[in-house]
């Protein structure tokens, strides 16, 4: 039999994972309607069936993969749906949130009737040289396991529900905090007439900081406004780890590094400093 998953949205990670499933025979619906031309084009390559909202509740999987900051709203338009529905799809929320915006999406979709999943995507959309690892958990989460059949790498985690949310906070504090380091750094020296000179003595003490900057850098300026949210929900979650609900050096850090994101997503602030890093990056062929 069949199965089939609805899934928001198809950017480009949820798009390739959508093509993923297709390709392995699912059936993967989505709602198009008020989408960019950009979106549409990636479902329509993905194979994915646009239908409306309504339709969606008939699928066996819910798969939420949109920016951190709309994860919560989505969870919202959806809840009166899955609760008109008699039997809604199991809700996976897959978004770089803190462990408390997950808990609110959590309490919206139980109230709806729906099942909840917790889940984590760690490594760049799925294609021919590459899959990222799907970790989920919490009590249904076993029903995700099913997606290893068609393509995808699925993880369960022993840990209840936010574990599997935590454990994204905490790789993608440490290797998008590392990017956000290095080119804060990186820029202070291009500016300060030291970026030659650091480059040289990086690449003499640090080669493996080099890779980073040379790779890292040109990879995530495409996705700076995606990951200015993600730093927020980062510095969220360190607070509430804290034994007194507080991490103000954690706080600090991530809010300046969601602030040099959103610097970096705004192409009218940003032209100077990309030069600036364009003149001390040595892209990888790969990259180039």
């Not at 099913?146 to 906070?169: H, P």
Request: aromatic share 4%; glycine share 10%.
């Amino acid at each position: 039999m069949t199965m089939s998953l609805a899934l928001i949205a198809p950017g480009a990670m949820g798009a390739a994972i959508a093509r993923r499933l297709t390709d392995h025979g699912a059936d993967v619906m989505t709602t198009l309607a008020g989408r960019s031309d950009g979106s549409i084009e990636r479902a329509r390559r993905a194979g994915m069936r646009d239908v409306d909202l309504a339709q969606l509740m008939h699928a066996d999987l819910l798969l939420s993969v949109v920016p951190p900051a709309e994860a919560e709203s989505l969870a919202r338009q959806l809840a009166p749906l899955m609760a008109a529905s008699e039997a809604p799809p199991i809700y996976c929320d897959l978004n770089a949130v803190s462990p408390a915006t997950l808990a609110r999406v959590e309490r919206i979709v139980h109230a709806s009737g729906a099942a909840f999943v917790d889940g984590g995507i760690i490594g760049p959309p799925p294609s021919d040289r590459a899959m990222p690892r799907v970790y989920v958990a919490g009590e249904r989460a076993a029903a995700l396991a099913r997606l290893n059949d068609l393509g995808l790498d699925v993880r369960v985690l022993e840990g209840g529900t936010g574990s599997a949310s935590a454990l994204k906070m905490c790789f993608a504090g440490i290797n998008k905090g590392m990017t956000a380091l290095t080119t804060l750094m990186l820029i202070a020296a291009g500016r300060s007439g030291a970026g030659g000179a650091l480059r040289a003595e990086l690449e003499h003490s640090l080669p493996e900081v080099v890779a980073r900057i040379d790779n890292g850098i040109p990879d995530m300026l495409p996705k700076a406004w995606r990951w200015h949210p993600e730093m927020r929900e980062i510095a969220d979650f360190l607070d509430a780890t804290a034994p007194d609900g507080e991490n103000i050096a954690g706080r600090h850090a991530f809010e300046g590094f969601a602030a040099l994101y959103e610097q970096l997503g705004d192409s009218a602030r940003n032209q100077e400093t990309k030069c600036l890093l364009d003149s001390l990056i040595k892209p990888s062929p790969a990259k180039a």
